[in-house]
């Protein structure tokens, strides 16, 4: 704490720090990993973008994410906790999508029987020795909402991802009550997990136009040629342009404090 305040010295008008950290970091592997480097830069008062702890906690943990979306009326696929192999699954149908509970980088398996579900959840337990999320395989297109701001919080052009082509869709063709939906259902996403700042919500979209969200994601969403970036670009900036807008969201967030 004491080297970061000093990488960063008390020149600004208020005597505040000067800069700003765009943290990227994921942490170490294990349980809440991401919430270590913001934790240790609000002990050395050092504004950075991005969640606070609390919200790294929430996109981190699988059940926890899950339970907050539902909790603030987000539709998600149906899902359960597993802790042994063959615990019931209570109804859930096939084909279902496999992770461990505390690591949101993890590739998740896809078992479409009992019996890949017997393997998928043994192998995460031998490898992760942690709690197993078992969800429906939500169907449908894919659609990523990039989010940015705190109050207001803007979405930017949607993004679908075409995976049969290996396509990046911007802006993602949609008749326009639809895409109201999907940006209400991504702004509701981001409140309920406390992102902050920046975030992207991944939907799914039936062909009878049933929306779920998939996933929340606060980290290792801007690489450059990554859908945030890409609707970025469809607003009217370039990718240096949209980074500097995080920083600056983040930096009049805490000159508001």
Known sequence: ????????????PDGGHSGIVLNLAHGPAGEAGATQVP???????????????????????RLALLLHLRAAGVPTAEFRVMSRTRRPTGGLRYPVVVRPRHDAEALPLVARD?????????????RHRQEVVVEERAPGRRVCVALLGNDPVECLPLVEL???????????RLE??????IREIAHASFRASACRDYARVDVRVTDEGEVRVVGVSTLG???AGGSFALAGIEAGGTFSALVCRIVEIAR??????
């Open 1 to 12: 704490a004491r080297e970061l305040r000093g990488f960063f010295p008390r020149t600004a």
């Open 39 to 61: 934790a240790v830069l609000d002990l050395a008062g050092v504004p950075y973008a991005g969640p606070s702890p609390a919200g790294h906690a929430i996109a981190s943990d």
């Open 114 to 126: 009992p019996r890949q579900l017997r393997a998928a959840v043994r192998g995460i337990q031998r």
């Open 162 to 172: 075409d995976a049969k082509r290996r396509l990046k869709i911007c802006p993602a």
């Open 176 to 181: 326009e009550p639809l895409a109201e939906r």
């Open 221 to 223: 969403i801007l690489a």
């Open 252 to 257: 009049q967030r805490h000159l508001a404090r």
